[in-house]
């Protein structure tokens, strides 16, 4: 195999999972691609979102001459995994909300899930929920402001921490939940502001170390000679292209799409 493994998010999210591809696999040549023209992908409607990821998702992979795609959103892949992997040629490793590591580490059996709206309210999220988390108290909180202060924390902005205090102050009406969720991959970027808002003491649980370990076994022998890394983008922005290169993607190009 060769090329890069390319990683997609609507935004910046997936960068949370870069940083874990980039502890797991040091050596791997990667590239980004974010749809930051049509973010955030969290409250649009599930016909018009799966035509637009297999389009960003097809020209991206054949842009990057990737070995493998990482979909890092929980919000396309609880919707488009099954379609993505039927249009594309590469291996396809998806994000999904880490519900049965959660459940694996409730004491209380009461557990959170903090993502998009259209993430907890998903069949896919759903069955998640009966399959790993049955005996589970599951709470889940929709929380798409964090989306935009994930955004202006990777473009050099401090997050607004009123948003991230009303996020979380239902929290405090909760004291058997002992776990949460993270189910956006934008969300991991804002953890030290998270803990500091919650009103009291819970776990967090994101997915970014899963994907990666899954990454390395299905890519397994893709090329690992790291280069000059690109991120591609769907609409010109400094401010994107400066959050990128903070991740090593110093290259910043336009996604050509039909
Ligand atoms: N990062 C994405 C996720 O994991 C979604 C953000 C958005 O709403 O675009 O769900």
């Known amino acids: 195999m060769s090329g890069p493994i390319l990683v997609f998010d609507s935004g910046v999210g997936g960068l949370s999972v870069v940083a874990s591809l980039r502890r797991r696999l040091p050596e791997a040549a990667l590239a980004y691609a974010c749809d930051n023209a049509m973010m955030p992908y969290g409250v649009r409607e599930d016909d018009w979102l799966v035509a637009r990821i297999l389009e960003v998702c097809g020209a991206a992979v054949a842009a990057s001459g990737c070995a493998g795609l990482v979909v890092a959103c929980n919000t396309a892949s609880t919707l488009a995994l099954e379609a993505l ?6 291996p396809v490793v998806g994000t999904v909300p880490a519900i049965k590591p959660a459940a694996g580490m409730s004491e209380t059996r009461h557990i959170g899930l903090l993502a998009t709206s259209a ?44 948003v991230l205090l009303r996020t979380l102050a239902p929290l405090a009406e909760m004291p058997s939940l002992d776990t949460m969720v993270l189910g956006c991959t934008h969300f991991p970027l804002l953890r030290e502001g998270l803990i500091e808002a919650a009103p009291r003491h819970v776990r967090w649980v994101d997915s970014g170390d899963a994907i990666a370990r899954r990454a390395g076994q299905v890519m397994a022998g893709h090329d690992r000679h790291r280069g000059s890394e690109t991120g591609w983008v769907t609409a010109p922005s400094e401010a994107l292209a400066r959050g990128l290169s903070g991740f090593g993607f110093t290259e910043t190009r336009l996604l050509p799409l039909a």
Do not use: K, N, Q, W
């Open 85 to 90: 992997r039927a249009h594309l040629a590469v």
């Open 119 to 162: 993430t907890v309210a998903r069949p896919y999220t759903l069955r998640l929920i009966r399959e790993f988390a049955g005996d589970c108290r599951v709470t889940r909180m929709a929380a798409d402001p964090l989306v935009a202060e994930a955004e202006r924390r990777v473009m050099g902005s401090s997050p607004d921490p009123d």
